[in-house]
């Protein structure tokens, strides 16, 4: 009887080792797991993709309006082998205060200021670059503003502008070397008309678009007038007003189709007075 409880003391004893070990073994792994995910994430930007983006790039030709004046972004490329970019803002100020000189700030999300030094700076031009990146960028902010002793009771930060861009994003180029102001003019010309060529081509999209609504709209309308004779009176009133429902959703693409084919043609006048101007620089 002795010997009988001495032995169930003895495998009491060591289920309760083996529970406190795996208890111990349970512990180890929780504590490996929370430290190591700790450690993941705030060492992520070393461990994650460097064109990890959290903001939506600026695209070429976006436009910012402050203080009588717009910002139009005309270029944004970026040199790995130099850790340098080239950037190409285009003014049109109605202004009348005189001022062309302004402050630039440039920022990375992770690791602060960048340098930026304008090239050339006149009232309808500006070209920056931004120097010495760092090697792990991954977004970067581009703010335009005026000096700060100009800066209005309206717009305290006098900001006129600010776009942005991502590692993944960026126009990627072989070499950055600065080039004489009228090759610059030359650049934003060849831009903006290829710019328009893009935006003539989504208007010859949505044209399409538009004919592809006419066509189904004129279906429809048949189909109804067809049913017609084999209604009632009643049933021919809610008929024909179906009709002209659908007849009016016609003519309003029938009108938008009208106004596209104008804004190509201006686009098309534009692209020309352009060419022309690009010969005289």
């Not at 760092?134 to 703010?143: C, D, G, H």
């Not at 006129?160 to 072989?174: D, I, N, Q, W």
């Not at 600065?178 to 003019?185: L, M, V």
């Not at 429809?220 to 002209?244: A, M, P, V, Y």
Request: net charge negative.
């Amino acid at each position: 009887m002795w010997k009988n409880r001495k032995m169930k003391e003895v495998l009491l004893l060591q289920n309760k080792q083996k529970l406190e070990q795996y208890q111990a073994r349970f512990l180890h792994v929780c504590l490996f797991v929370l430290v190591g995910g700790y450690l993941f994430f705030f060492s992520s930007p070393f461990w994650m993709p460097p064109d990890y983006s959290g903001v939506t790039a600026s695209r070429i030709g976006e436009e910012q309006q402050a203080e009588n004046r717009t910002i139009r972004l005309m270029k944004w490329d970026y040199c790995e082998t130099q850790q340098n970019m080239e950037v190409i803002l285009e003014i049109d100020s109605q202004a009348i205060d005189g001022i062309e000189h302004y402050t630039y700030r440039v920022m990375e999300r992770n690791q602060g200021m960048v340098t930026a030094t304008p090239v050339i700076e006149r009232a309808d031009l500006v070209v920056l670059h931004l120097e010495n990146l760092p090697r792990k960028w991954a977004e970067l902010s581009l703010q335009m503003r005026l000096p700060e002793s100009k800066a209005s009771a309206m717009n305290e930060s006098g900001e006129l502008g600010r776009f942005y861009t991502t590692r993944k994003a960026v126009h990627r180029v072989k070499k950055i070397e600065e080039q004489a102001p009228r090759q610059y003019e030359r650049e934003v010309i060849e831009q903006t008309i290829q710019i328009h060529v893009q935006e003539i081509q989504s208007c010859e999209q949505r044209i399409a678009a538009e004919k592809q609504t006419i066509s189904e709209a004129e279906e429809t309308i048949r189909d109804l007038r067809s049913e017609l004779k084999f209604e009632t009176e009643t049933e021919q009133l809610e008929t024909q007003e179906q009709i002209h429902s659908v007849e009016a959703e016609e003519q309003a693409a029938r009108e938008r189709i009208q106004e596209q084919e104008q804004t190509i043609r201006e686009l098309q006048e534009q692209n020309r007075l352009l060419k022309e101007k690009e010969k005289t620089i």
